[in-house]
């Protein structure tokens, strides 16, 4: 027979945890996860982001992107029924990515696969070093 003590080597920090998130003033603004989650990366040549939005039609999403900003917005809509627990997010949702590059918007390409909206923002005129000649006079 094993017996797991494992959880009354943890009741400290379980304790902790659990007054923590009935007695922290910020506790509501946990729940206040930004949503969609995404990921950022960026090349030479152009930033790459990544959105997961499982259960979103491309129907009821809308990207927009201005000179600083990339706009992500949309509806997830909960299918009918009843439910006795929810733990996925619905709901109208919008999220704003703040890119401090020059972008060149004509060729912004976006494209959805398994729940994952990927947006390709082809930089602007990439700034490399340049040897400038000084003329004499």
Do not use: C, W
């Amino acid at each position: 027979m094993v017996i797991d003590f494992g959880s009354f080597y943890n009741f400290p920090y379980e304790f902790d945890k659990i007054f923590n998130d009935v007695f922290n003033p910020h506790h509501h603004r946990r729940r206040n996860v930004s949503y969609p989650p995404l990921n950022i990366a960026e090349d030479g040549n152009n930033i790459y982001i990544r959105a997961e939005i499982p259960g979103t039609s491309i129907d009821d999403m809308e990207i927009t992107i201005t000179a600083k900003d990339l706009v992500i917005k949309g509806e997830r809509k909960l299918p009918e029924g009843r439910y006795f627990r929810q733990e996925r997010p619905s709901g109208v949702f919008q999220r704003i990515v703040s890119i401090n590059t020059p972008i060149d918007a004509d060729k912004v390409a976006a494209s959805m696969k398994d729940g994952i909206l990927s947006i390709i923002l082809p930089k602007a005129g990439v700034t490399v070093p340049r040897k400038v000649d000084i003329a004499v006079e």
